[in-house]
Nanobody
Framework: QVQLIESGGGSVQAGDSLRLSCVASGRPFSKFGMGWFRQAPGKEREFVAA????????YYDDSVKGRFTISRDNYKNTVVLQMNSLKPEDTAIYYC?????????????????WGQGTQVTVSS
C-alpha cells in the first residue's frame, strides 16, 4: 500500500519561504517520478513541479519557476518543495503525488498516488 505523507505547510507573509516535505512508503521510491500539485479554493488542482525517479531532471510551471525548487532524497524516500518569495496567489492546498513511471509528468492522471494535502496561506 503506497502512502504519501506531507508536512510543512503554514501561514506566512508575502516574500517569506516555506519548505514542504513528503515521505513515501509502499513501493521502490527511486523508480518513480514525483510531483507537487496545488488547489486553490474554487479552482482545479494544478501542476506545480515534478522530478524524475533519479532526481536528475525537474520541471516547473511558469508561475513558480525561479521561486520554487523540487528535490528528492532517495535514501530517505522524501521529496521536498522549497518555496521562496511566496506570493498571495500561491495560497492553496499543496499535494504530493506519486507517478506511474520513472519520468516526470505535468498530467494529473499520470499520478495514481496522492497525499492528503497541506495548506499554504500567504498574506500580503
Amino acid at each position: 500500500q503506497v502512502q504519501l505523507i506531507e508536512s510543512g505547510g503554514g501561514s506566512v507573509q508575502a516574500g517569506d519561504s516555506l519548505r514542504l516535505s513528503c515521505v513515501a512508503s509502499g513501493r521502490p521510491f527511486s523508480k518513480f517520478g514525483m510531483g507537487w500539485f496545488r488547489q486553490a479554493p474554487g479552482k482545479e488542482r494544478e501542476f506545480v513541479a515534478a522530478i524524475t525517479g533519479s532526481g536528475l531532471s525537474t520541471y516547473y510551471d511558469d508561475s513558480v519557476k525561479g521561486r520554487f525548487t523540487i528535490s528528492r532524497d532517495n535514501y530517505k524516500n522524501t521529496v521536498v518543495l522549497q518555496m521562496n518569495s511566496l506570493k498571495p496567489e500561491d495560497t492553496a492546498i499543496y499535494y504530493c503525488a506519486g507517478g506511474s513511471s520513472f519520468a516526470w509528468s505535468t498530467v494529473r492522471d499520470n499520478y495514481p498516488y496522492w497525499g492528503q494535502g497541506t495548506q499554504v496561506t500567504v498574506s500580503s
